[in-house]
């Protein structure tokens, strides 16, 4: 069983096509959305679907993505959880294929978002299938802090390039290309800009320059005592 975790703020119109996605593409999964306290138009659309829906306990800001990930992956209790977003669609067979490759060390799948070109190229995964004993184990940051899934210092942007470099660098990752969860993003042209959009992307560099300074650090440490903060 697969546990589709959906980190969401403020845009409540998109809650049903995304449950309807899911369901349509036949995956033996089950949708979680993570709500921020007091954005109700937000919960009550995401309840109306019958999807489990989770309260966080704090406001909205810098980390929210990640934190929100991260609460999810602790309470729930799947053997796999799916990093996603609601701007996705799932395609027919995305979950049976992405499980298939969870073999051996085998800890992140990234999925196929037919819009970034270094995804499609299988450089790293948007939005990818995490196997919890990998978590468990492991952790998913540079850190390898177990139980933790991703980096809470990134404002929204990099998270998942370090979850899929730390997974690489334990030769703990793959790229599942025929596996197609597709992107609608107004980077693509395929979603329009909206206030939760352009507060992703408010502090794309200061992410940026997180990110290639914790991944410079991780390459000094082994994998096996890795410490970054």
Known sequence: ????LVPVLSRPAN??????SLAA??????????????????I????????????VGWAAGPGDFARKINWGFAHTESDYIFM??????FAPRWADIAVRMMRGKIGVVATNDKANR????GEFGTHCLISRDYIDTHGGTFDGTPGVVLHEGYDHNFVDRELCEAAKRRRAFAFAPQSV???HHPL??????????????????DDQTLFLERSRLAKRTPNRDIVVR
């Open 1 to 4: 069983m697969i546990e589709v």
């Open 15 to 20: 809650a049903k096509p995304l449950a309807d």
């Open 25 to 42: 593409s036949g995956a033996d999964a089950t949708l979680t959305f993570l709500c921020t306290g007091g954005d109700r138009p937000q």
């Open 44 to 55: 009550a659309a995401c309840e109306a679907t019958g999807a489990d829906v989770l309260v």
């Open 84 to 89: 996603g977003a609601d701007d996705i669609e």
């Open 118 to 121: 270094q995804v499609m190229r």
């Open 181 to 183: 969860v597709y992107h």
């Open 188 to 205: 693509w042209r395929t979603a329009k800009w909206d206030p939760t959009y352009r507060k992703a992307l408010s502090r794309f560099r």
